[in-house]
């Protein structure tokens, strides 16, 4: 049976579509999912990610238990900013791909993807054995809010006493958002500028209330998994299950800087990483654009356009809002991506439908 987040009842008051999501109901859609995606691109989106998992390392050895968790250098990470980073296997395969949250000297926040919580928790709590540190899962004590698009600053500036300007990206603080009491992290999933509000269960309601009421006058609008699912598409970012599994390494999907081998202690995975790092992938994590109308879609095979050849597989697809074609995220044959002369195609439903290879991300947001 699915959970249910504390913004059930508010979402099913705004005629949202709800679904199964990682054992969470949750919001698929309000109304029109193109509304909701050009939102956010314009003006605001809200989102409940509640779902998501908070997991705490407390004590004096809790960055020394990250730094050897995980890939990331996080005893370097300063005090109030965050770090994108992996917490692999030990033969370098992705276990889910994580935000850490450096709250004080030795607090820190790791969020973690809803359907990988528990391993999460149960990989760190193991890891961390060695290290004078408490790991806890703390996900019951928090709803998640992100407020996100160009119009989030005005949105929320006028709620919080939180001096938003001097907020970096990947940096959070405490304050109040309309009286209540919040972690405010300027993080997000969609490409735009934007906060995720890090509130009590029980207070989740009333600050979603107060965005709602202060972001209509600057068009924000309600905005569930599909339209977060095309944002971070077109901002080029990976969904853990699609472009991120345990079969592949961060190298696979482009994303070696977030593998620390300058950090000096040991980490899970780094032996089997270090022999990967200067191979190249037999497939890489490539952007896709269509040509035609037609979608790749999840699983679709990527061939060569002129006999057919299957040379990779596409992970992600969606019609793009912003950039008025079909765009995907697939694994290519290394070798063919290298290829000038190769054309590529997308099997779709038998038919070759001509693609082209383009830099990611395929939508980046005006500073």
């Not at 760190?124 to 899962?137: F, I, K």
């Amino acid at each position: 049976m699915s959970r249910s987040t504390p913004l059930r009842e508010v979402h099913e008051s705004l005629g949202a579509t709800l679904t199964d999501f990682a054992g969470w109901l949750m919001p698929l859609r309000y109304g029109s999912e193109s509304a909701e995606h050009n939102a956010v691109r314009n003006a605001a989106g809200l989102f409940d990610l509640s779902h998501m998992g908070e997991i705490h390392l407390t004590g004096p050895g809790a960055a020394a238990a990250l730094d050897y968790a995980l890939v990331g250098h996080l005893s370097a990470l300063s005090v109030g900013r965050a770090r994108y980073t992996m917490l692999c296997s030990e033969d370098g395969g992705v276990l889910d791909d994580l935000i850490v949250y450096r709250l004080a000297e030795d607090d820190f926040l790791v969020v973690a993807n809803a359907a990988n919580r528990q391993l999460v928790a149960r990989e760190l709590t193991e890891r961390a054995r060695p290290y004078d540190t408490t790991v806890t899962d703390r996900s019951d004590e928090y709803a998640l809010i992100a407020v996100q698009g160009p119009r989030s600053v005005e949105i929320l500036s006028g709620l919080t006493d939180a001096d938003l300007a001097e907020l970096r990206y990947y940096a959070a603080v405490p304050g109040t958002v309309a009286g209540i009491r919040v972690l405010i992290a300027r993080t997000g999933y969609t490409g735009e500028d934007g906060f995720e509000l890090f509130v009590p269960p029980q207070e989740a309601v009333a600050l979603w209330r107060a965005l709602s009421e202060a972001g209509e006058p600057h068009g924000l609008r309600p905005a569930g998994l599909s339209a977060r699912d095309t944002l971070r598409l077109e901002a080029g970012m990976p969904l853990y299950g699609n472009e991120l599994t345990a079969e592949r390494t961060p190298f696979d999907a482009g994303l070696d800087r977030v593998v620390r081998f300058d950090k000096p202690s040991d980490f899970v995975g780094r032996a089997a990483l270090a022999r990967l790092k200067d191979a190249p992938p037999p497939r890489r994590l490539a952007g896709l654009v269509a040509v035609g109308r037609r979608v790749p879609r999840h699983g679709y095979s990527v061939v060569l356009r002129e006999d057919g050849t299957v040379v990779g597989e596409v992970t992600s697809g969606a019609p793009s809002q912003t950039l008025g074609r079909p765009i995907a995220l697939a694994y290519v044959d290394t070798a063919v991506l290298d290829d000038p002369h190769a054309s590529l195609a997308v099997d779709i439903r038998g038919s070759r439908e001509p693609v082209d290879v383009v830099d990611l991300p395929f939508y980046r947001r005006k500073k």
